[in-house]
């Protein structure tokens, strides 16, 4: 299976904290994608980082990639209440046509 | 901002009724997809489709489950015959290209269907 799998599976953070999460995966990819997912909503893009890339960093955000452990971080700094979210990473399949989503982390950040 | 556009919001149906769930995709993205999601668990994906046509599904997208894209904008999910256990968010999603094209899939806020 392509799927990613997070860990941990939940986390509770106090505001202004950073949060670190991982996610594994078992076959090559191209790329890695994370998503978050606020309760009850869709899925929104956060961070894309390539196979040939390492590190990636978006405002409060840095995706790490370690292609040769099949590994990837998503680490939120300073974090804010309303980060609290589900946090999922998403890989290509085996073909190529679609994403495959871990299980996710849930992120609770409190004021 | 151009959006993936879901209807309805949420479904309530009776067990063994047919139930369709409409997408509007994001005009210029042709990679479309339907994900689904039971409370508290993961996104599953079932299907993608391409060019008129599906190119994926997973084991969930059986029999009961079909999609069509009906006109220029829409992107259906039809479920023939709903079960208790169909009862989850549905979640559209598109892209420009395929997810080994290095594109993110931007998604619907989702139809919450009920079976009852």
């Known amino acids: 299976s392509q799927q990613g799998e997070e860990d941990p599976q939940a986390l509770s953070i106090q505001e202004g904290e950073n949060a670190t999460m991982n996610c594994s995966y078992k076959?090559?990819?191209?790329?890695l994608q994370w998503y978050r997912q606020n309760s009850g909503r869709g899925l929104v893009h956060l961070i894309l980082?390539?196979?040939?890339?390492r590190e990636k960093h978006s405002g409060r955000l840095r995706v790490t990639l370690d292609t040769s452990k099949k590994s990837s971080s998503l680490l939120i700094t300073a974090s804010r209440a309303a980060d609290t979210a589900s946090y999922f990473c998403?890989?290509?399949?085996?073909?190529?046509?679609?994403?495959?989503f871990g299980k996710g982390t849930t992120l609770s950040v409190s004021s | 901002e151009p959006e993936v556009t879901q209807t309805p919001s949420h479904q309530v149906t009776q067990m063994g009724q047919e139930v369709i769930l409409r997408c509007v995709p994001i005009?210029?993205?042709?990679?479309f997809y339907w994900y689904r999601q039971i409370l508290g668990q993961k996104v599953e994906f079932l299907v993608s489709?391409?060019?008129?046509?599906?190119?994926?599904k997973s084991e969930i997208f059986d029999d009961q489950f079909s999609v069509e894209r009906p006109d220029g904008s829409n992107f259906t999910l039809k479920i023939r015959s709903t079960k208790l256990e169909d009862s989850a968010m549905y979640f559209c999603?598109?892209?420009?290209?395929?997810?080994?094209?290095?594109?993110?899939?931007?998604f619907g806020q989702g139809t919450r269907l009920t079976v009852v």
């Open positions: 999603a598109s892209s420009e290209a395929f997810a080994t094209g290095n594109t993110e899939a931007f």
């Open positions: 076959t090559s990819i191209n790329n």
């Open positions: 980082i390539r196979s040939n890339e």
């Open positions: 998403a890989t290509p399949n085996q073909a190529g046509t679609a994403l495959i």
């Open positions: 005009s210029n993205h042709l990679y």
């Open positions: 489709f391409y060019n008129n046509e599906i190119s994926e």
